[in-house]
């Protein structure tokens, strides 16, 4: 990266994702290949800290599914690109109880519910604009830090909490990988807390995991959903 410099024209940022999004399909080909997994696997493009040109450039390379962390930034770049009919706008931040109404209004998949709180708040808000938000539980997969999610232990009331709510579909569980750990046992036990609610609940399909450091190892474990930011992006660091 070069850091803080010029705005690219559109061609050559154009040119970058481009190429940027074709090695991280290579290696999820690669990372399929290896696990011997053929069923569907969907690619989240992280994009928060950056542009909704670059969204509006990535739905131009096929792009489906979008990921932001941050209200305020997401419901702005919402509202400005131009065809937010052909992606879906995936919600993965930590998320405050009063933005439920916010993020109701232009996500379609809610990933980071963790609490009971959130749940009610998020179904209020659905409801209240008549629309009906997808939802993956996050998990902690490591309790000693702050990166959200509730405790495995307590997964399954909350998917049933989801599971019950008039305006939430549950969709699956979704976790980050504890910070300086081997990811792969982390994933390994996600999938196990997801076969875990797929029993009571079928069609709670979705595990999503891995990112542009740790995508390979969340394909050996079953992931369904990838949330890849700075491999296809490039640093946030010059963008905070
Ligand atoms: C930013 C973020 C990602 C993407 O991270 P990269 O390392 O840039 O791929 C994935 N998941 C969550 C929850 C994030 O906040």
Not at 32 to 53: I, Y
Not at 99 to 120: E, F, G, I, N, T
Not at 144 to 152: F, H, L, T
Not at 189 to 200: C, E, F, P
């Amino acid at each position: 990266m070069t850091g803080a410099s010029l705005p690219q024209p559109s061609s050559a940022r154009r040119a970058e994702l481009a190429s940027h999004l074709a090695a991280v399909h290579a290696r999820i080909d690669r990372a399929r290949r290896a696990a011997g997994r053929e069923d569907p696997l969907a690619l989240v493009v992280v994009t928060k800290f950056f542009p909704a040109s670059d969204i509006d450039l990535l739905v131009g390379l096929g792009v489906t599914d979008i990921g932001e962390n941050r209200d305020q930034e997401a419901a702005a770049k919402m509202a400005e690109v131009t065809r937010r009919d052909l992606f879906t706008v995936h919600f993965i931040g930590q998320l405050q109880s009063n933005k439920a109404s916010s993020v109701a209004h232009y996500a379609d998949v809610v990933q980071s519910v963790d609490r009971p709180k959130l749940v009610r708040a998020l179904d209020r808000a659905a409801t209240a604009s008549g629309r009906v938000l997808d939802v993956t539980v996050q998990v902690a997969l490591d309790a000693a830090e702050g990166r959200g999610g509730v405790a495995v232990p307590e997964v399954p009331a909350l998917a049933d909490l989801v599971a019950g709510s008039a305006s939430l579909r549950l969709r699956g569980v979704m976790a980050v990988a504890p910070l300086g750990a081997d990811p792969r046992p982390a994933f390994a036990r996600l999938r196990g807390v997801s076969d875990g609610i797929r029993a009571d609940h079928p069609a709670a399909t979705w595990i999503s995991a891995g990112m542009s450091g740790d995508l390979e190892a969340a394909v050996a474990e079953g992931a369904t959903h990838l949330r890849v930011g700075s491999a296809i992006l490039g640093s946030r660091e010059s963008h905070r």
